[in-house]
């Protein structure tokens, strides 16, 4: 069970980021809303609105004191976390809607990706675009995310994966899922790459030579959101399965039950001391985990048969592919 299942959204929640400082949980939606939240529900503050339409992504800077919010109408939005005012005008250049958002490690650039097939990147100060669009190869850029060293970053959509250098040229392009790439996330040493598709798997690949090492199976829809713990011990999934997984990484086993939501989920975030997991989707909830629980937690019943169009015993469906050569 959930520790806390939070409501106040009136629509699809697309997007969530846990503060570190103060262990609150911000989140937006397609009701054209960031909210902000305590870890046991109580909101902080009022709810911040763009003029812009539904707010999609979202990443919050380093220091906490701003967040960046991509628009289906491709423009990005900069707000001031401490005062819940934008700062400054839009900044435009997305011919379309605005799927990723990531901030580099060391502050100074923001990269978002989008439904026109481009990544582009922005000085956080002034709200220009550092260099020139890149143009990607496949199609719209359903993720990105800079490496934690800062000196790359991994872009990801139709069936493939990105690497790219800081100075925006293609290193490796990686090919293994059989559809749509839509979540990212690097180890914290920068050696590896983990990604989520809608061919229903999450895949570990080696960042100096694109080598897929696993597969793990077990989602029955398409894989939505990836993040991992702090200490890089687990790996946690959403899906449009209706589920939450958890993933040991030296096992490459799954740990514990299926976590469940009344409807698809759409974002997993991982609060930064690794006690806690927060979830959301189409049901306009934020579901707060435990992880310690979740990582010990069973069902007496088969709770796994009340996932939409799986099989009642979990085994049937597990199976990872471990590669290494």
Same mark, same amino acid.
Request: net charge negative.
């Given at each position: 069970?959930p520790?806390?299942?939070?409501k106040?959204?009136?629509q699809c929640?697309?997007s969530?980021?846990?503060?570190?400082?103060?262990g609150?949980?911000?989140?937006t939606?397609?009701?054209?809303s960031?909210?902000?939240?305590?870890?046991?529900?109580d909101?902080?503050?009022?709810?911040?609105?763009?003029d812009?339409?539904?707010?999609?992504?979202?990443?919050?800077s380093?220091d906490?004191?701003?967040?960046?919010?991509?628009?289906?109408?491709g423009?990005?939005?900069?707000w001031?976390?401490?005062?819940?005012?934008?700062i400054?005008?839009?900044?435009?250049?997305?011919?379309?809607?605005?799927r990723?958002?990531?901030?580099?490690?060391?502050?100074?650039?923001?990269?978002?990706?989008?439904?026109?097939?481009t990544?582009?990147?922005?000085?956080?100060d002034t709200g220009?675009?550092?260099?020139?669009?890149?143009?990607?190869?496949?199609?719209?850029?359903?993720?990105?995310?800079?490496?934690?060293?800062g000196d790359?970053?991994?872009?990801?959509?139709?069936?493939?994966i990105?690497?790219?250098?800081?100075?925006?040229?293609l290193?490796?392009e990686i090919?293994g899922?059989?559809?749509?790439?839509?979540?990212?996330?690097?180890?914290?040493?920068?050696?590896?790459?983990?990604?989520g598709s809608r =061919?229903?798997?999450?895949?570990?690949w080696?960042?100096i =030579?694109?080598?897929?090492?696993?597969?793990?199976?077990?989602h029955t829809?398409?894989?939505?959101?990836?993040?991992?713990?702090?200490?890089?011990?687990?790996?946690?999934?959403?899906?449009?399965?209706?589920?939450?997984?958890i993933?040991?990484l030296?096992?490459?086993?799954?740990?514990?039950?299926?976590?469940l939501? =009344?409807?698809?989920?759409r974002?997993v975030?991982?609060?930064p001391?690794?006690?806690?997991?927060?979830?959301?989707?189409?049901?306009?909830?934020i579901?707060?985990?435990?992880?310690?629980?979740?990582l010990?937690?069973h069902?007496?019943?088969?709770?796994?048969?009340?996932?939409?169009?799986r099989?009642a015993?979990?085994?049937?469906?597990?199976?990872?592919?471990l590669?290494?050569?």
């Open positions: 069970m520790e806390c299942v939070i106040g959204h009136s929640i697309w969530l980021a846990y503060l570190g400082t103060s609150n949980i911000m989140s939606s397609e009701d054209s960031i909210r902000q939240w305590k870890r046991n529900g909101p902080v503050e009022k709810p911040w609105y763009s812009g339409g539904v707010i999609g992504p979202m990443a919050v380093p906490e004191t701003m967040v960046i919010g991509g628009s289906i109408d423009r990005l939005w900069l001031n976390v401490k005062e819940g005012s934008t400054g005008d839009p900044w435009e250049g997305h011919d379309d809607v605005v990723c958002l990531d901030w580099s490690p060391d502050a100074l650039e923001i990269a978002s990706g989008s439904e026109d097939g990544i582009r990147r922005w000085n956080p220009r675009q550092i260099a020139p669009p890149i143009k990607t190869s496949h199609g719209w850029v359903y993720a990105v995310k800079y490496s934690p060293q790359k970053f991994v872009s990801g959509g139709a069936g493939a990105c690497i790219w250098s800081k100075d925006s040229k290193r490796i090919k899922h059989e559809n749509w790439v839509t979540s990212l996330c690097w180890s914290k040493d920068g050696a590896y790459i983990f990604s =061919d229903h798997t999450i895949r570990k080696r960042m =030579d694109g080598q897929e090492l696993v597969v793990f199976r077990g829809n398409p894989v939505r959101s990836l993040c991992l713990t702090p200490n890089d011990s687990h790996i946690v999934s959403a899906s449009n399965d209706c589920s939450i997984r993933w040991d030296k096992t490459n086993q799954l740990v514990g039950d299926p976590l939501h =009344d409807d698809q989920v974002i975030a991982m609060s001391d690794g006690k806690y997991i927060a979830s959301a989707g189409p049901d306009r909830k579901y707060v985990w435990s992880l310690e629980a979740a010990n937690w069902r007496a019943d088969d709770g796994n048969a009340k996932l939409k169009g099989p015993r979990l085994s049937n469906i597990l199976n990872v592919d590669h290494f050569n």
